[in-house]
DNA sequence: GTCTTATATATGATTAGTCATATAGTAGCA
DNA sequence: TGCTACTATATGACTAATCATATATAAGAC
């Protein structure tokens, strides 16, 4: 399961609640790479702990709830790197407007459209999102300059994954406005 | 659930067996667009009649074992409507290999590279098996001038969604490309 | 004679992911 | 005073998907 490798690899940075890891990174950064919910993310650090990849101190707080501090452990730190070098499988992608689409020729344009075009507006959100974050981890990466190789070597290989990202929405977007554009022309 | 749906498309196509389904359909021109195992087609079929958008009638085999012919029901084809016309919310990607690439700054050249190969590798057959499958699709297209508009609208609104996967491996594959000759010219 | 492949359906077990809800204290707002 | 939001963890229930295996017959290969 690639939930664990990620939650390790977020851990192996830096020490972290389950709190930390949704709100910090989840919702933020990990949001298109890997999204999970809560209760997944504190199912997997149960399981990452008895594992032994990870352990975890209790911090106690008065004025707010426990916090549960997990760190990586040697063997954990030893099976990311394990992972990471790890050929995964192809992932299988589900796009559930393509199946649509595949099925739609029985419908009237004034039915295919609406569906586009949501498609369209959902769509530039998200590239909008991946933008927003690849402005975010370019800022991040300036003040580095002077730093190590690593830091600089791990700023460049994220710009460009969000790159991908990016490319990928946009190319989905133009093939998106295509369709939209040669139904309206009955060219469809 | 959007399998459900899928399968109600093939069948409102043509009646079809579970194992018509599955070594027709699935492992052909469905594989890219929305997978699905032996297993989870006959379940569903099971849910699809229980649901009343099917009916099935048994076939009686002496050589072979005998067949469950299914067809969609006029509430089905109804659903099947429905649902062609529902937008659905954009599916959660997840890309091992660009989780792995956020975390992977601190391997080594000699770790990362084979990492991309294997995937390019992938990548490229999976490219290749896109590109077959628009041959077959324009080849069937080709008798069909003559015929109905819809069989026309369907081709080529199926050829436009293999014209995506198309594009969209071609973007990843060259983003590879480009990634691993930056890591070789230790530009990264 | 045995092994594999094809035809055909079914089920058990498990994993991964999602949704909802519970608990519990603090802080700020109206 | 009550409402919402934030911090923080936990669990029950469920769906979707995957993996393995079972059953049964026939044809063809070696």
Redesign the interface.
Known sequence: M?LA??IL?LL?EQERTGYDLKTECFDQC?VH???ADQAQIYRTLDKLEKQGWITCTVEIQQDRPNRKIYRTTAPGVAE??R???T?????????????????????PDA?IL??LE??LA??RE?LADCEAQRSRVALEAAPVLSDDG??L??Q???Q??L???I??EQ??LE?LQE?IE?IQAKA?
Chains 1, 2 share one sequence.
Request: no cysteine; charged share 15%; glycine share 2%.
């Open positions: 690639s490798h990620v690899g192996q990990i790479l890997w999204p990311l790197t992972w990471l070098q050929h995964q499988p192809l992932p299988t992608l589900r796009e559930p407007l393509l199946a649509q689409l595949h099925f739609a020729a029985q419908l039915a609406p569906l949501q498609e959902a769509r998200k690593a830091t070597r791990q460049e290989l994220r460009r994954v790159e991908l990202m490319q990928r190319t989905y093939w369709l040669a469809v």
